[in-house]
């Protein structure tokens, strides 16, 4: 029979994260299993790549606070490159409540520490930015750090850095179950055999509710269909544009390539495991582009090129994160609600952390808890796009 120290069910970039971090500690008996043909074909390689730090909660903020530097030194560090691009993210209010909400934010991001944010004025941003509409915009919240990075260069950098120091990943295999003793977790089930292990980590993305089943355990994440749509190349917008949010509607736009990306989470949609893109989407979608950017009345769209995938939702839309309660040496890394790009270093230690020493000093890891649902501790984030 195989044998690891630690298995890691999904390959994508929170899996890839964790592994690299075991091998960081010094654990590399690792096996990834990952069952499709190549990895990134959840949601990692539909992802937007926005990383940012402008978050609403203490927990959130920290996550991002080790995990944008960790970007900014990955090729440094690992020797590959993921792309981070210290482009910013900007959010525009339209109303003094939305104001008074960046506010807050901004108060609570300096008390941890985040450096590089600052409130703006309304008329700051219209005339940094006079392609957009700014006649409503009363102000916004700024952070240079904040940007993107390419989440595919990302988790491959990860995973072939964890190899190099001894990790394994098995593609095309799928985990189909787990056996448990008194003491917890045995072994793994797999197609293509059993492997024996006392240590698993679920990395499933929007499917580990599935995968949590195998195992007894019963996991609030549920998949929700995101779309987003790249435009043809286009320059009557400037390509060093920070992530430009309208939070009067949660449309919002980067630079890509020579042209741009455009996201807006539709409200209609609800939960399923569904991928498919819906071409009625690009319409709603320009309707509001044109709004807050003018200019984007003639952005050449392509619908063939737009995609859809999938966030994995919890109730409080914070990850879970660590061991199962009752199930001894079943760790989750699941539920990161749209910010598993941005989060996944992060992630990667406080797992490595948990998994090796039982304790992390990254953050309160009993706020992240499976428990925090039965025991009614939910801590949610509404900072999410
Ligand atoms: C449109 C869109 C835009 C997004 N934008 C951003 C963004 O700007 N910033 C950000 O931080 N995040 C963003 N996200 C979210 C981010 O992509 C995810 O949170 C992140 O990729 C989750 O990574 P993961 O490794 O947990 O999951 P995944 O990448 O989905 O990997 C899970 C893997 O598990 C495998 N798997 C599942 N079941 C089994 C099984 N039984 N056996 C073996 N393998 C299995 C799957 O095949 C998959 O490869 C976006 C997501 C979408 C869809």
Known sequence: MHTADVVIVGGGIVGSSIAYHLTESGCSKILVIERESAQGKGSTG???????????????????????????????HLGYPCDYRPQGYLFC??????????RTNYAQQLKMGLKNVRLMQGDEIGSMFPQLRADDIVGGSFCSTDGFVDPYSAMTGFMTCAADRGATLWKNTVVTGFTRDANGIVSVETTRGPVAARKVVNCAGAWAAGVARL??????????RRMLVPSEPFDEFPHTAPMIVDMSNGFHFRPEAR??????????????????????????????????VPCFANLPVNPKRAWA???????????????????????????????GVMHAPATGKILSDLILTGKTELIDAS???????????LIHETAVL
Not at 50 to 64: H, K
Not at 215 to 224: F, M, N, R, S, Y
Not at 267 to 283: C, L, Q, Y
């Open 259 to 292: 042209g741009f990306l455009l996201a807006w989470n539709d409200p209609e949609e609800t939960s399923s495991f569904k991928t498919d893109f819906d071409p009625a989407f690009v319409e709603k979608i320009l309707t509001r582009a044109a709004d807050r």
């Open 93 to 102: 209010a339209t109303t003094a409540q939305q104001m008074a909400y960046l």
């Open 309 to 339: 995938g999938l966030y994995e939702m919890t109730p409080d839309h914070h990850p879970i994160l660590g061991e199962a309660p009752g199930v001894r040496g079943f760790f989750l890394a699941n539920g990161f609600s749209g910010h």
């Open 46 to 76: 539909k992802s937007m790549g926005g990383v940012r730090a402008q978050f609403s909660t203490p927990v959130s903020i920290q996550m991002s606070l080790y995990s944008i530097p960790f970007y900014a030194n990955f090729e440094e």
């Open 367 to 377: 706020l992240l808890s499976l428990a925090r649902f039965a025991e009614g501790r």
């Open 215 to 224: 195992a007894g355990v019963d996991l609030p994440v549920e998949p929700l």
